[in-house]
């Protein structure tokens, strides 16, 4: 076994009974086009471990959010299994080193690819799995995501920075206490850049750029979450 996947055993704390099973999750089907020797990709372990961490996930929030409803928890699960999301959580645990692809594939950057590396994850989940059974496939999920509610908060400041100031600042000062203004545009039409201020109350707190008026809002309301802590109500 090369130095890669035994590095991944040990950062994910746990050494495979069955080797041959933790290759085929980070086989890449473009190998089996181009070995006639390797038979079977990573392919069925993928849909088998979408479904594991979709019950492992399922399970954790409906213990850490009892007062949810289906629709939020739902929503809550779908950003923790996006693929994109997959494929960061596979780069942290360096799984992008264990692949085992074709030439061309590799030539082509494959192993950088979000969907290859989403796809590995999931395979990897389903080798544990079939490895160890649930109670070690649950643990190592847990492992690997951390605080739960941490990884979503990350993700909400990311992806939805103006959603996640708000539910920060709604609780203490009403829904209208945030306003974003465009303070300045530049550049040709085609290639236009927004300015936009967010004031808190009358008080600036931060500015933001984009291509877009509501990506310079993100952008405004990213730079206060990372710098701005809520003020208590006077």
Known sequence: MNTALQTLQQDIR??????????????????????????????????????????????????????????????????????????????????????????????SGGRTRDSALEDAFEALIAAVYLDAGIETATTIIRKIYGPFAERLAARDQIENPKGHLQEKVQPIHGNKALRYAITSTSGEDHAKVYTVTLYFGGEALATGNGSSKKTAEESAARAALDSWEVPPKA
């Open 14 to 107: 746990h050494t495979f009974k069955s080797a041959d099973l933790l290759k085929l999750a980070v086989t890449h089907p473009s190998l089996t086009n181009e070995d006639e020797n390797i038979t079977e990709s990573n392919q069925r372990l993928e849909f088998l471990g979408d479904a594991v961490l979709q019950l492992v996930l399922t399970s954790e929030l409906y213990q850490l959010y009892p007062g949810e409803r289906e629709g939020v928890l739902s929503q809550r699960r779908a950003a923790l299994t996006k693929g994109s999301f997959l494929s960061g959580l596979a780069r942290e645990i360096h799984l992008d080193a264990c692949l085992f692809l074709g030439k061309s594939e590799e030539d």
